[in-house]
């Protein structure tokens, strides 16, 4: 099979909403950027970093129960170790939403103090939320504004203006649309987007992008994925990926005439499977860089 495909998606709107972001800085006091847990790396935008530059900062690690508990704790003494305060967060469940408030008020304390001394009482933060597509911005909003005016939909690009959301009297968020950078260089960072659905499915190989899932869990060996599939008995390490393709297939009975395998079908599976966390909770990246 040929090697993962070079990902572009860089749709219109997302130039124009650089710009948005880039003229809506000036209003905000900090910047909550929502990352995946599973994907910590492939999952923020480079481009943000240039953009936000010395504005304080919190990253909310959206999906935290579809991640490895062990590895999201890693990722946030890393960013602390920085000079970041990150936070693990389900925002479909709302776990641990309740912490943003305060986590906000302890980044922002110096700028609280400063204005309380000049004599506001109970001066106003305003937040910017920041996020690639189809990272969970919207539900996010929903859940923490306990409204649902925020649009949700499980595809990329939704959302598509700045909004404002008033969270309590001393707190204000705009959300922006979703912001993915012009390319993806590097392939291994595509495939990531691609393995959790922030990438539209449409514009890759499929079966492809499962062989390459399959190749990663291969050497991870979640508990669930070896049991949902019944792969005890199975040299996983030592068989093929597209093979190991074909074996699940056939073991979920997606036989076409002939009784050859539907693969597109398993592939389609399989990925399913793994974005509702069913083959286990997995992190795909380490912050040593180790794909573990």
Aim: glycine share 6%.
């Amino acid at each position: 099979m040929s090697e993962m495909q070079t990902i572009q998606w860089f749709p219109g709107h997302m130039t124009k909403t650089k710009r948005q972001i880039q003229a809506s800085l000036k209003l905000v006091d900090a910047v909550a950027e929502i990352i995946d847990a599973r994907i910590p790396v492939s999952s923020r935008n480079p481009d943000l970093n240039h953009l936000i530059q010395n504005k304080p900062r919190v990253i909310l690690m959206n999906k935290c129960d579809m991640a490895n508990q062990t590895a999201t704790k890693m990722w946030i003494d890393y960013y602390a170790k920085q000079g970041i305060t990150a936070i693990a967060v389900d925002c479909k469940s709302g776990r641990n939403l309740n912490k943003f408030p305060a986590v906000v008020d302890a980044v922002m304390k110096k700028k609280i103090d400063r204005l309380k001394a000049k004599g506001m009482k109970n001066p106003t933060m305003r937040i910017m939320i920041v996020g690639i597509p189809n990272v969970g911005k919207s539900s996010f909003i929903n859940k923490i504004a306990k409204q649902n005016r925020a649009k949700v939909e499980d595809r990329p690009g939704v959302t598509r203006g700045n909004q404002w959301f008033t969270i309590s009297k001393n707190l204000e968020m705009l959300d922006t649309p979703g912001v993915l950078w012009p390319k993806f260089d590097d392939k291994v960072v595509g495939e990531h987007l691609a393995f959790t659905g922030a990438v539209k499915d449409q514009v890759i190989d499929i079966e492809l992008l499962a062989v390459r899932l399959l190749d990663f869990l291969k050497k991870l060996k979640p508990a669930e994925f070896i049991e949902r599939f019944k792969l005890t008995d199975l040299d996983l390490e030592n068989t093929d990926s597209y093979d190991l393709l074909q074996l699940i297939g056939k073991k979920r009975g997606m036989l076409i005439s002939g009784g050859e395998i539907d693969t597109e079908r398993a592939a389609i599976m399989l990925l399913d499977e793994f974005r509702a966390a069913k083959l286990g909770r997995v992190t795909v990246e380490m912050p040593n860089g180790a794909l573990k």
